[in-house]
């Protein structure tokens, strides 16, 4: 099954790019690959859309707002 993984600057937290891929790519001193939620690729296509350049994982996978809020997605950028 193929995946949606964002690529991420180690140094900016800033989303590259979005790769599929069968399983995880390999992360790098300069990227991590983070899976992509349905909400959060939702949530990056729309700040595409609106025109943003430089759009941060933090922004896509901030907190769903339900009623019983939870993370769509976690990572730690070390």
């Known amino acids: 099954m193929i995946s949606a993984y964002f690529v991420v600057s180690r140094s900016s937290g800033n989303i590259i790019r979005?790769?599929?891929?069968e399983r995880p790519p390999d992360d790098t001193p300069?990227?991590?690959n983070v899976?992509?939620?349905s909400s959060s690729?939702?949530?990056y296509e729309d700040?595409?859309?609106?025109g943003?350049?430089?759009i941060s994982l933090q922004?896509?996978?901030r907190l769903a707002k339900a009623n019983n809020a939870k993370p769509q997605?976690?990572?730690r950028i070390v």
């Open 41 to 43: 690729l939702l949530r």
């Open 30 to 32: 300069t990227v991590i």
């Open 35 to 37: 899976p992509v939620s």
């Open 73 to 75: 997605n976690s990572c």
């Open 47 to 50: 700040c595409y859309a609106s």
């Open 52 to 54: 943003e350049d430089l």
């Open 59 to 61: 922004s896509v996978t």
């Open 18 to 21: 979005i790769t599929w891929r």
